[in-house]
C-alpha cells in the first residue's frame, strides 16, 4: 500500500520490494530500516535527519524511528514519534474479513507444496494459529479519528477516495502482489467448521468489533 502511495503523490513505480524513499514534500515507507543498509545510510540516514528535523525530531528520535521492522507494532511507531506528532499523523491500515484473511494466509504459508488434498483438514490446525499480530490487535487500541480504514474488500474504491482526499490523483488499477497462491473462487466458507469458524472470530474479536465484520 505505501508503494502504490508513493506512486500516487510522487510518481515513483510501485514495487512491492521498494526501499523507503524520501522526498522533498513528503515521506512515505513502510520499511524505514531499509536506511540502515550500509549503502543506504549514506544517504538515507542523513536525509531522513534533515526530513524529520523540520518536525523537530532529534537524532536520537529519528534513530528510533528508522530502526522499526516493516511489520512493527503500534506501540513500538508510537514510542518512536514524540506524542504531537503520532496524534497529528495519518494512520493508514488495510483491514479484511478475518475468516477470509485467515483462509489466505493458511495457502501462503503451505505455498509451494501444490494442491493440497487434505487442505480442509490441515487448515482445522491452522485455524487455532490463525492470530493477529501485534500490529493488527494493538491498531484497536489506539483507534481514533486520524486512523484511515481501507477495507480489502473495496481495496480500489477506498484507496482512491483516500489519494482525492489526500489531494492526489487516484490510480485507474492498483499492482497485486502475492497472487495465484489461493486456489481460484476457492470461498472461505467451505473450509470451516464451526469450531474453527468460532476458533477465528475468537482470536479476532478486535477486528470483529471495531469493524463490523461477520461469517457470511
Known sequence: MEAALEEAFWGSPASHGKRASIYRDGFVTG????????????????TARRYFG??????REV????????????????????EDIWHRAKKIVVVRNPWDKAVSDFYWKTRGRGLLDNDFDLFQSYAHQ?????????MT?????TWVCIRFENLLEDFQRLVVKLGGIPPSALPKYKTAV?????AYQHLYTQESRDTVGANWKGWVEQFGYRFE
Open 141 to 145: 487500541q489506539h483507534w481514533d479519528d
Open 54 to 59: 523540520e518536525f523537530s525530531l532529534t537524532s
Open 182 to 186: 489461493r486456489p481460484t473462487g476457492s
Open 31 to 46: 520499511r524505514p530500516h531499509n536506511f540502515r543498509h550500509p549503502i543506504a545510510a549514506r544517504w538515507g540516514y542523513l
Open 63 to 82: 534513530e528510533k524511528l528508522l530502526a522499526l521492522s516493516p511489520h512493527s507494532s503500534v506501540f513500538a511507531a508510537r514510542q518512536a514519534l514524540p
Open 130 to 138: 490463525a492470530m493477529p499480530i501485534a500490529l493488527e490487535s494493538e
